[in-house]
């Protein structure tokens, strides 16, 4: 919890190890003196006599919703580790707020639609709708406190130490309010719109996370004073942190609302200005696509755009000085409740601190790195032949994202490239993915895409490209109904002297140059036929009308992947019982299913040790007596978002290990298009086990561990144990390479 991150945090920069050191067996890392370690129990324990209370017990469920807040403070506890430089805690601050704002705009406002549809279902922890939406206000207040008194008191002071001050319009001398009273009139004041509230005047449509001021105002008539109410929006087209222009000043920024607040007579010439106070509305954001829409998928999710900012009102946020009174005609006004008025100490809008988080101040940000290219591929310029001399991993950041853009870009103009088929869902703006489809395509390439329209908030960028490959003459899918596609495949065809060949890439993380820099995923080359197979079986069941469920190798949702991990997990619980070496070990961003918890319960109850990396949510509870005694969560959040799914199971000594696309989540198994793909190389299987996972699980120092109530306490080295961040530590390999 962030309440006790002062005493968690060790205020000495540490040191990783150089590369090469640590780098111990696999399974050696995995255990270690939970005495020393900080870790809430042993990793392996006999089997325990069966509990009391069923494995669907609620009891055996942490909420969802209170395990995501938990998975934000610990993002938020980044802001406070003085290992971490400035800007970086300022930027761990505004994820903090951007995440904050898509849980309200997604998962709160599937909560209050439950309410409003009267379903009274329960979650797996055995909340009904209304009680998980009064436990998510009631716990996020405590965070939000938190957050606001880490800002005034420890984040701004710093800045202002590093020359970067926010400053407020009435402590500026005479001469720097002239300066920005002209700079409002000349480009603040033509862009505002004030908009009265009357019985003339109803109360207008509040935009999904804008910036409003609420201002009272008074008019002198002959009847005496009159009271009225007017709504200015701060744009958003304009900067919100205005700069300050003065001799050794530094970095000086006003807010733009401070600058609207102490000009509001421009606007309302003739009234006195009684005072304003700033508010903030967030919207249901989410679309909805009804099935009988999907026969037009395109021009469904373009209106639902549209409809998006015009979603039901699911949180208002109000600075503390607000009165009483206009905050209840707020509230009235939007159709909101108490559980959803949050009040704010401070400044709203947080996540607006991206525009100071992304200054550039180099001594203020990480140090910056080149990712590096595996030896394979240096100098190789074809890497259709370096792909047939064996599978390829990269491990992104810290490989390159390049061999991928090259992977596609050569097929484009190679004159033996027949086809290439691709799934798409977050593309960034200027994808170099697209473009090398595109010139494909202009190449006489057979070119097949697959984009989801539905991926939540790059709707609009994804139909953007979608259009673009269509002109070209690229065949555009887009997307199922009532399925997202979530996989992360390419195939490309190529006709060689010995017959055609099918080359493809498996990824965990999306096709996107930008986050491959700063999520950690897996890229996996292979030219395998048993997986080409599988990998064409399913792009024939994504773009025509197969009904094929059953692949050589894949594990695909949401036909096989459920049942495969199932069958995978309780293979390992029959290796514990008959006394053969059993373990899982598992990497991912999330576990929700209950089905998928229920099953790890059992292997636990069987006696295998079970090692859990879950960087998000996580429903399971370990350390439960007779449940989990055997089971380890950690969650790992540093420079780089832990974005790679890997799983690994022990089989009796034959491990086998699998990377994919998907989360054990109820989405993920049954209401998307996932992939799983076997790590068949043993070489690449060895080294994610012995030196990727390895390193992550011996990690010291951006580790937490999850307790059974659903909090985490961060690990801490022993007292001899060296420092070690896996972060650091797979990037100063990389370097070194």
């Given at each position: ?257 401070d600058v609207m607040a102490n000009n509001l007579d421009a606007l309302f010439p003739g009234m006195e200005i009684r005072a304003s106070y700033l508010f903030r509305v967030t919207r249901d954001a989410d679309l909805d696509i009804q099935e009988d829409e999907a026969d037009d998928l395109l021009r469904a999710i373009e209106s639902e755009l549209r409809k998006r900012r015009f979603g039901e009102a699911v949180r208002l946020e109000v600075e503390a000085a607000m009165p009483e009174h206009i905050r209840r005609m707020l509230l009235d006004a939007l ?201 064409t079986q399913l792009f024939n069941s994504l773009t025509g009308f197969s009904k094929e469920t059953l692949y050589q190798k894949l594990l695909v949702a949401p036909t096989s992947m459920r049942d495969g991990f199932v069958k995978l997990i309780r293979r390992e619980a029959e290796h514990a019982r008959a006394g053969r070496s059993a373990s899982i070990v598992a990497k991912m961003n999330a576990i929700s299913d209950a089905g998928i918890v229920h099953e790890l319960y059992a292997a636990s109850q069987a006696g295998v040790p079970i090692d859990l ?125």
């Open positions: 919890m962030v309440a006790d991150v002062d005493e968690e945090i060790h205020r000495r920069p540490g040191v990783s190890p150089p590369p090469g050191e640590n780098r111990l067996p696999f399974f050696m890392l995995v255990v270690s003196d939970p005495a020393q370690t900080g870790e809430p129990h042993p990793p392996t324990v006999p089997p325990q006599a069966t509990p009391l209370v069923g494995l669907d017990d609620p009891s055996l469920y942490h909420s969802r919703e209170l395990s995501w807040l938990e998975f934000n403070d610990r993002v938020l506890e980044e802001a406070l580790d003085e290992r971490n430089p400035l800007l970086e805690r300022l930027k761990f601050m505004a994820i903090f707020s951007t995440n904050l704002d898509e849980y309200f705009m997604i998962r709160v406002a599937a909560i209050k639609q439950q309410i409003e549809a009267e379903v009274h279902r329960r979650s797996n922890d055995g909340r009904l709708p209304e009680e998980q939406l009064l436990a998510v206000s009631t716990r996020l207040r405590g965070s939000l406190d938190r957050f606001a008194r880490l800002l005034r008191e420890r984040i701004l002071p710093e800045l202002e130490g590093a020359g970067i001050r926010l400053v407020r319009y009435r402590d500026l001398d005479e001469l720097r309010r002239a300066e920005l009273r002209h700079t409002f009139e000349e480009r603040v004041f033509p862009v505002l719109t004030p908009l009265a509230v009357d019985q003339s005047h109803p109360f207008p449509y509040i935009s999904n996370l804008s910036l409003s001021l609420g201002v009272e105002m008074e008019e002198l008539t002959g009847e005496g004073p009159v009271t009225h109410f007017a709504r200015v929006k701060v744009p958003p087209s304009l900067p919100r942190f205005m700069p300050v222009e003065a001799a050794g000043a530094g970095r000086r920024f006003v807010m733009l609302e159709v909101l409740g108490d559980v959803d008025l949050y009040q704010i100490e401070g400044m709203l809008g947080t996540s607006d601190l991206w525009t100071l988080a992304n200054l550039e101040l180099a001594e203020l940000h990480d140090p910056p790195f080149t990712p590096a290219i595996p030896k394979r591929l240096i100098g190789q310029p074809d890497i259709f032949a370096a792909i047939r001399e064996g599978d390829i991993l990269l491990h992104h950041p810290y490989d390159s994202f390049d061999p991928v853009l090259q992977f596609l870009q050569q097929a484009a103009v190679d004159p033996q490239v027949l086809a290439i088929k691709q799934t798409l869902y977050r593309i960034s703006g200027h994808s170099p993915t697209v473009q090398a489809l595109i010139e494909a395509a202009e190449n006489g390439k057979q070119v097949a895409a697959l984009i989801e329209l539905k991926a939540r908030f790059d709707e609009e960028n994804n139909i953007l490209w979608a259009r673009n490959l269509e002109r070209v003459g690229a065949h555009v899918v887009y997307g199922l109904p009532g399925l997202k596609v979530h996989a992360k495949v390419i195939l490309v065809v190529r006709d060689e002297p010995d017959g055609i060949r099918r080359y493809v890439h498996f990824g965990t993380g999306n096709y996107n140059e930008r986050t491959a820099r700063i999520y950690t995923d897996l890229s996996l080359f292979t030219c395998r036929p048993e997986l080409g197979a599988d990998v990396i879950v960087r998000g949510m996580c429903e399971l509870r370990p350390g439960i007596p007779g449940v989990s005694e055997t089971i380890r969560v950690r969650s790992i959040v540093g420079r780089f978002l832990e974005h790679s799914r890997i799983f690994i199971f022990g089989n009796g000594g034959e491990r086998e290990v699998y990377i994919g696309s998907a989360d054990w989540m109820g989405r993920n198994l049954d209401r998307r298009v996932e992939t799983v793909v076997p790590v068949l190389d043993p070489g690449i299987r060895d080294h994610i086990c012995d030196d990727m996972l390895a390193v992550l699980l011996a990690d010291n120092c951006k580790t937490r561990w999850l307790r059974s109530d659903g909090t985490y306490a961060r690990r801490k080295p022993s007292g001899a144990e060296p420092l070690l961040c896996a972060q650091e530590l797979l990037l100063a390999r990389a370097e070194a390479l």
